[in-house]
């Protein structure tokens, strides 16, 4: 009878335990109130105390891990002593997009490299491809997502900054999730808390089929650790390394537009046209006294000779044959 009694108690404490890690509320209050079987249980029976929040954060900045691993990094030398406390105990995921214009994406590519080397960084992803211009040439555009250490991401944008003819176009965001990592970690201090109340009872298990239900209780509560954990891994190494895409642009020739020539009004000018009139009349003269020098000079001499020739011998015989008949 008794237990079936420590059965029924660790039943009902297991659906307390996983609503309050579900619930923002774990953060707030250390339990929720059992029920009556439940405060009878606990007496016979104690369980092990969770940590408070303060230990727990204590426990977490001695191995290492705390939100301030990784958020620290995000001091700037400028800041002030209240700021510096908060960029320390906050955990800021940031990312940034910034487009430049180079002179040669080649040469652009190269001294970003340098700079992702200089800062501790590293590439996530790059893309090159080319592009046709009016003018028939190919010019080269690239892409590169980065990963940045959260102190250098704003010495990261100065710098990229300085490969740029011209920026044309910077974004920067930030994600403050501090709240969402300190609930996580009060999710699995309670149910690290509820792993070892099941590890108790599985210990006092009386019987194969009693020890199987337990175990499996134990399984399902370990397996929400590890996922928990999993996302406050995830917050950590985001919070901890920026992302940063640049995308380069060469320098286009400017195109050359021809002017379009204005049509000029035609005005009438008497003047003009008594000029143009003049010229005709003078071209026609000289082209008449041109024709005639041509006749006397080059058709007279020619066709004269044989004219005279054929007129002197129809004189001739026309004379000749009159003669007989007088």
């Known amino acids: 009878m008794k237990t079936r009694f420590k059965i029924t108690a660790l039943i009902a404490l297991l659906g307390l335990t996983l609503l309050s890690a579900c619930g923002a509320a774990a953060t707030e209050a250390p339990a929720a109130e059992a029920p009556?079987?439940?405060?009878?249980?606990?007496?016979?029976?104690?369980?092990?105390?969770?940590?408070?929040?303060?230990?727990?954060?204590?426990?977490?900045?001695?191995q290492g891990g705390g939100p301030a691993e990784g958020s620290g990094a995000g001091v700037l030398p400028n800041m002030d002593s209240t700021n510096a406390d908060f960029a320390v105990s906050h955990m800021i995921i940031?990312?940034?997009?910034?487009k430049l214009q180079v002179e040669?994406?080649?040469?652009?590519?190269?001294?970003?490299?340098?700079?992702?080397?200089?800062?501790?960084?590293?590439?996530?992803?790059?893309?090159?491809?080319?592009?046709?211009?009016?003018?028939?040439?190919?010019?080269?555009?690239?892409?590169?997502?980065?990963?940045?250490?959260?102190?250098?991401?704003?010495?990261?944008?100065?710098?990229?900054?300085?490969?740029?003819?011209?920026?044309?176009?910077?974004?920067?965001?930030g994600e403050d999730v501090t709240n969402q990592f300190v609930d996580l970690q009060s999710q699995v201090t309670n149910l690290e808390a509820t792993r070892?109340?099941?590890?108790?009872?599985?210990?006092?298990?009386?019987?194969?089929?009693?020890?199987?239900?337990?175990?499996q209780e134990l399984a399902s509560v370990e397996a929400q650790i590890e996922q928990i954990k999993g996302q406050m891994n995830y917050l950590q190494d985001r919070s901890a390394y920026s992302t940063i895409t640049v995308n380069f642009e060469p320098v286009l020739p400017e195109i050359v537009e021809t002017p379009t020539p204005t049509p000029t009004p035609n005005v009438w000018q008497p003047g003009e046209t008594y000029k143009d009139a003049k010229e005709a009349v003078t071209s026609a003269?000289?082209?008449?006294?041109?024709?005639?020098i041509w006749v006397v000079i080059f058709l007279v001499p020619i066709f004269a000779p044989p004219v005279l020739i054929v007129w002197a011998l129809i004189k001739f015989f026309t004379r000749k044959w009159r003669k007989p008949g007088q």
């Open 36 to 62: 009556a079987a439940v405060e009878s249980f606990a007496m016979e029976q104690p369980a092990a105390q969770a940590p408070a929040p303060a230990e727990a954060e204590a426990a977490k900045d001695a």
């Open 94 to 98: 940031k990312d940034g997009q910034i």
């Open 104 to 173: 040669d994406t080649d040469v652009a590519i190269d001294r970003a490299t340098q700079v992702i080397g200089d800062l501790g960084g590293y590439i996530i992803s790059s893309r090159v491809w080319y592009q046709p211009h009016y003018d028939g040439e190919n010019y080269k555009y690239a892409t590169i997502t980065i990963g940045i250490p959260v102190a250098q991401f704003e010495r990261a944008l100065s710098r990229l900054r300085g490969l740029a003819v011209k920026v044309l176009d910077e974004t920067a965001s």
């Open 196 to 215: 070892d109340r099941i590890k108790s009872f599985l210990d006092d298990a009386k019987t194969v089929d009693e020890a199987l239900r337990i175990n």
């Open 285 to 292: 003269y000289q082209g008449i006294i041109n024709f005639l």
